[in-house]
Every structure is written in structure tokens, then in C-alpha cells.
């Protein structure tokens, strides 16, 4: 506000005199002086306007606007443009009750990962030893204080009702501070939490029932993409609003002292989990992990062009994930964490949806809860360590519940059928549907090892992403980025239809989403390509982004001009 201030000239703001006034603002503002920022712009007279516009209601309101509006005022801009580029959330009502039901499955009777009945009775009987000094803290003072002031706001509180302003607030003064910190030590320790595990008596003969409030989640529901997009498309072509094709994932919500206390252990833990991990190529929690994969993966595949890669994907992967599984490797290499385990996993945990309904989860771990993902990646290294032990000839390579596979056809056929068994004994399936073989050479892909495969896996001579990167021919790069470019410009159309909505400040925040959000869209795509396949895809991300910019700040802007006009100099400059 204090940058496009009104400029004491009276004219546009891209007049000579205006633009210098401009310039001195935008430099006081980078060098951080607010107060002479502020002492620089004029006092503007108040705008009195006696018939202000009624806010959006009934068909003139748009929830996921609202929503992200919401979002941003509370500082959490990626989850407000992740609500405007979503396919929201689906219908509360029974008929996605049955469908977060059938995500919610019960114990395998044969387990193969189940506890040996030593292994059960040490992981029943593990306590940590007695609170006696700050040496026995799981968490340090440091740790917690930087995570506090770092809690974002307007995060849905869970079962409890206690969300991440109360933490905050509370530890604003000594006092509260050391409340905070004692409550934090007890739930990280497994001292308060679940009834059962503290002593409660909640058997079959006491009065009383659990109601599971500490340990149990919120449960949402989010729509993925139409399972079959031609029943969807013609219901909506004949202006049937109905998401009976459309699957859901489930996000659980626990309570805000669960979320900080799974984050501080993590986070004290990380250096010992980012170790074990890579032991066994799983990136998950590694510092760019994610770009580590693609780059390794491209660079072993560009050495040996005749390899197939395999990518898999895996059917409601945290939700199937056996917990004996987690169990034996959480108490083999991080016991400390075994206590807070036991307050949310130990026994089965309630799943409010809503006011009404009311699930049960027993298996797996919760979408949602901090600690999700690295149970879900503690409980795969089995899987991974098998593999790696009887293909050595495969690079297998891991982030969270995508594995990658890439050798020769033979071996790493071999590897995709043998991953594919050892996810169906343990319960889970892998989603042959979405999994892909690749190869630069055709004959690799004819090869009867890789045509023996499930029918399902589809075969590309093109290419394949690999977390999101197109992984290939360069045509088939161009193309994938082209498409991302895409995706991106559905995002800033969304932003333009914010900027005009009827509320003060959706202007302000889409300008704030287009910087935060929209621009950063490329970063990963830019450093895991080299320049020369990028550089006409960014150049087009670029260009959408000052269109999108232009139209924002208003149709007689001169800066889509200036684009234009410094356009066949920039091409020149990069040809050259």
C-alpha cells in the first residue's frame, strides 16, 4: 500500500517524475526502512463511501475464494493458492462418509511384519526412564521456542479444539512459556495423551468411554482427480453436479499440542532419520531430496540409455502401511519416539467426520499427523532393503511412497514383479494402473522379461515424469513443460478472477499470490533441467507471469508493453 501509494505528481504513476518517486520508495523499501518509507508517502485523504458494496453472498460467493482469503490474511499463502488451484473439498454428507469408509481398513490376520510375541512384549513394556533433569528432555528449550514462534495461524484446530494461536499466546509470557514446554515433555514422552495408555480404566466393565479427543483426528476429505473422467465430464455436460466419480484422500487433523510435539521430534531426530534413510536410498527427509532423485535417475539413465526405468505407484499407501512394521523398526532404531507412538497409534483411534460420524483407524499411518510420512518411510525400508539386496544390478531409489526402479530390462523387471509381491504379503497393492516402464531403446522395452509384466504398466518409448520432472526424449520434455506452463496459467486465471472479487483486500492478495506463489511455480523444474531444455519453457512461465501482473494492476499498465518492447533483446541476448 505504502508503494503504490497515490504520487503527489496527480498523473499515472509511469510518468518520468512519478516513476523517480517510485524508484525511491521501492529503495527504501528493499533497505528496509519502514519508517522513512512511511514519513515519504502523503497522508491520503479517506475515502467516505456511504453505499459500500454488500459482501458476496448465496450464488455471488465463492467458498474457495473466501477460503483462501482467509488463508492469506492468516499469513499461509501456499495454502491459500493450493485452495485455489485444488479440486477442493468434497460434499460432506454420507455419501463420502462411505467413501473415507472404505479407506479405513482393519489388521491383516497373517501379517508377515507381525511382532514375535518377545518383540510384542518389549514393545508393550518400553518406558522412558523417570523426568528427573533437562537431560532427560526429548526436546530443548531452543528447539521448542523456535518451533512456537514459527506455528502458523489459522490452522483447523483438531478433536480438542486447541489450535496454534492458544500455544502461541500462552507462551508469551514465562509463566505460560513453561506450561507449554511441561505439556509438550509429557505428550513427547507418552505421559498424557490416550486415557489408556495413562492409567484410565476404560475396560469392557467400567462405566466410562474413551473418547479418544487427544488421540483421535478431524478428518476432511479432498477430492482427487474423477476416477472415470468420461462419466464426470458427461454429468457435467448435462449439469448433473454430482462427485459420485470422484475419489477422495483423507487428511487427518490432530489437535495442535499433537502436531508440535511430532514436529519437535522430528526435528531433534532428524540428522539420525536423514541417515537411516539414505542408508537405503529413501530421500524423503533429505535436503532436496526430491531433485537428488531426479538427478541421479537422469544422469544413471543418460550413462546407460538401454536401461528401463520402472516407476510405481501404490494404492492407499499410508492407510495400508502394516504397524507391526513401524513398530519393529521405531523400537530397533529410535525407541525415544516409541511412548508418543503408543499414545496415537497403540490403540485404535477415532476419526471425526464432522459432528455426525464417527470412524476408526487401526492400520497405517494418518495423512496429516507430523509424524505420517516418516512412519510410512520407517516401515519401507524392509521392502527397500530386500531389494536392494537381491538386485544389486538396479539403481532403486525412494521418496516416500514413489519407488523408483532403473537397471537392465532383465533385472529391473525382475525387481518391479518382486516389489510388486512384497507389497501384496503385506497387505498393500501397488496401483499397476499409474505405474510405467521407460527405456531410450526400444529394444529394451520388447525384451520378454519387461513384456511379462502386468498388462496394466504401461510401456513409453517418449518418456515418464519422476516427481514431477519430465524424464526422456527432449520432445517429450518440451511437451511435459509446456504442459506445466499450462497448468500454471489455469492458476494465474484463477488469481485475475480473485483480484476482481467483491472483498477490499483480493486485489492485495492476489498480487501477494502471484509473487509468493505463482512465480516460484518453476523453481523446481529450473534446477533440475539443465538451462538449454528449460530455457523456452521458462521464457513462456515468464511471459504469463507479467501478462497475468499487467492485467492485475490494470489494463493501461505500460509493463506488459515494456515486456514486449524488451523481448527481441532478451531473445538475442540468450541466443547469443
Known sequence: ????????????????????????????????????????????????????????????????????LRNIRAGRLSAAYRTL???????????????????????????????????????????????????????????????????????????TGLRNEHLKEAACTGLGAQAVEGIIQLLARGELGAPTNCGADYSTDSPLENPHLLDGSRLAALKKKPANAKLAAADAAAGRASDAHVPVRPLGMGGAERRLAGRALLTESKHSIVKLFLKHNQFAMAPDGATSVTRAISLAHSLHPNHVLFTNDSASAFQKKSRPAIERRLLRHFPRMVPFYKVYYNDPSNLYYGLEYKLSSSTGAIQGCPLGSFLYCLADLDILEILQAEFPDCLIMAYVDDIYILGPPASAAAAFARLKVLKENRGEACNVEKCKAFSFVAASLAHPAVQAVDPAVKRHSDGVTVLGIPHGSDLFIQRELSAIVDKTKLGLEELRKLAWYHREDSMQCALLLLRYCAVPRFSHVLRALPPNIVATAAFAHHDAIMNCLSDLLGPDDPLFCRDETLAPTRDAAHQT
Do not use: H
Open 85 to 159: 488451484i485444488s479440486n477442493g473439498a468434497a460434499s460432506y454428507g454420507a455419501d463420502t462418509l462411505d467413501k473415507l469408509d472404505a479407506l479405513t481398513f482393519i489388521p491383516m490376520a497373517d501379517d508377515p511384519s507381525a511382532l514375535s510375541e518377545a518383540e510384542r512384549t518389549a514393545f508393550n513394556a518400553f518406558r522412558l526412564g523417570d523426568l528427573c533433569d533437562e537431560e532427560d528432555y526429548l526436546i530443548t528449550q531452543d528447539t521448542l521456542a523456535k518451533l512456537i514462534e514459527t506455528l502458523p495461524s489459522g490452522i483447523s484446530p483438531g478433536p
Open 1 to 68: 500500500r505504502l508503494l503504490f501509494a497515490p504520487l503527489p505528481t496527480g498523473t499515472g504513476w509511469y510518468n518520468n517524475s512519478a516513476a523517480r518517486v517510485l524508484r525511491d520508495r521501492c529503495q527504501l523499501f528493499v533497505v528496509g526502512r519502514w519508517q522513512a518509507l512511511f514519513n515519504a508517502v502523503p497522508e491520503a485523504p479517506a475515502i467516505i463511501n456511504d453505499n459500500p458494496a454488500p459482501p458476496p453472498t448465496g450464488q455471488d460467493a465463492i467458498p474457495q475464494f473466501d477460503l483462501g
